[in-house]
């Protein structure tokens, strides 16, 4: 189920919070949800997890990483000393 939403890659070992997960997905399975519906939840929130993830990684870049590339100026009144 996780392979199928995107969640994980196919052949990756499960650690806990996979099965922490996975035992969720089989409550709500059995409570009747869709299997076809849950698949598309995850893989909306998977799609959701990664856009966040791209948008903090250049956020960082051009805030952090890039500033302390350069000696100056620094885009932000407080500078470090």
């Known amino acids: 189920m996780l ?6 890659d196919e052949g990756e070992p499960l650690d806990d919070e996979d099965i922490q997960a996975l035992r969720r ?7 009747g949800f869709p299997e ?4 598309q939840l995850l893989r909306v929130y998977a799609d959701a997890v990664g856009r966040a993830a791209e948008a ?10 890039e500033p302390l590339s350069t000696p100056e ?9």
């Open 56 to 65: 903090a990684q250049r956020l960082f870049h051009f805030y952090v990483h």
């Open 36 to 39: 076809e519906a849950l698949v």
């Open 73 to 81: 100026p620094w885009p932000w009144s407080a500078r470090p000393r």
């Open 3 to 8: 392979e199928v939403s995107g969640l994980r």
């Open 25 to 31: 997905v089989r409550v709500a399975l059995e409570a």
